[in-house]
């Protein structure tokens, strides 16, 4: 579920990340933390994305992080 209240530019950069997750078999589960699930967030908040991957793709997935955040945009 994504929050309602995210401005243009997050709700583009989650869509892109939750698709990159989607894409990756290694992915077990990805959300969003922090200021937007506690209700805090304002117009100098970022965004703070999690992934869950098995033991054994962390290596694997660990060294694509940076492809997964251009990605993301």
């Known amino acids: 579920m994504k929050p309602a209240n995210l401005p243009p530019n997050h709700k583009t950069t989650l869509d892109r990340f939750v698709d990159a997750c989607q894409s990756d078999a290694r992915i077990v589960a990805a959300f969003l933390g922090d200021s937007y699930v506690t209700g805090a967030a304002d117009a100098h908040s970022d965004l ?3 992934l869950i991957t098995t033991d054994e793709a962390y290596g694997g997935v660990s060294r694509r ?8 945009g």
């Not at 992080?65 to 993301?72: E, F, I, T, Y």
């Open 48 to 50: 703070d994305l999690y």
């Open 65 to 72: 992080a940076r492809g997964l955040c251009a990605q993301a």
